[in-house]
Structures are given as C-alpha cells and as structure tokens.
C-alpha cells in the first residue's frame, strides 16, 4: 500500500523560507510523480509543483505553476525516498493547508494533467502554513 506523508509545515513572516518534506512508505517514491497541492477553504485544490519519476527525462522533470514558479523549488531524495518543496519569499497568499500526492503518471504531459487532483490516488493528511506578520 502506497502512503505519503508531509511535515515542515508551520508559521513564518512574509518573505521567509519554509521546507516542506514527502515522505514515502511502501513504495520506492523514485518511480512515481509526486506533486504538491494547496488548498484554502472555499476554493479547489490548487497544483504547484511536481516531479516526475526518475525514469523520465533528465533524471525526472519539474513542474511548477506561476504563482510559485522562481520561488518554489521541488527536488527529490531517493535514498530518503522523500520529496521536498523548498519555498523562499512566502507570501500571505501561500497560506493553505499543503498536501503530497504521489501516483504513476505518464511522462512528457502538460502543466494541467500533473496538476489534476483526479491523477492522484494516494494523498497525505496535509500540513498548514502559515504566512503573516
């Protein structure tokens, strides 16, 4: 059984830095795409970033949205089998409850499928952050 599993999630100034962590069990995380998604109550589960697995190109490829993109940066562990999303210049707009979703997609596709909450079958419980002076 496939289970992900978050954590870095906290408060922080805007402007701040934040690392979140993926955590893989039962599963090697490498082989798989692993997004991240946020989500604020009242809207849909947004897709920011992912990664794809590391038999895609170049050693997988990244994936972000423009809200984020330049200061988000996912990368992958493989020996920790964990994901991470480093986040520099947080802004009180990033401020939702973060999730990991890991599933096995296909290679070479469009911003919109790895960011399509329907792609993903195994999700973690979500971490909170929190950006405010």
């Known amino acids: 059984q496939l289970h992900v599993e978050e954590s870095g999630g906290g408060s922080v100034q805007p402007g701040g830095s934040l690392r979140l962590s993926c955590v893989g069990s039962g599963f090697a995380i490498q082989f798989y795409t692993v997004a991240w998604f946020r989500e604020v109550p009242g809207k849909q589960r947004e897709g920011i970033s992912a990664i794809t697995s590391s038999e895609d190109r170049d050693g997988g490829r990244t994936y972000y949205t423009d809200t984020v993109k330049g200061r988000f940066t996912i990368s992958r562990d493989n020996a920790k089998n964990t994901v991470y999303l480093q986040m520099n210049d947080l802004k009180p707009e990033d401020t939702a409850v973060y999730y990991c979703?890991?599933?096995?997609?296909?290679?070479?596709?469009?911003?919109?499928?790895?960011?399509?909450?329907?792609?993903?079958?195994?999700w973690g419980q979500g971490t909170q952050v929190t950006v405010s002076s």
């Open positions: 979703a890991t599933d096995a997609l296909l290679h070479g596709q469009s911003n919109s499928y790895y960011f399509a909450p329907s792609e993903y079958d195994y």
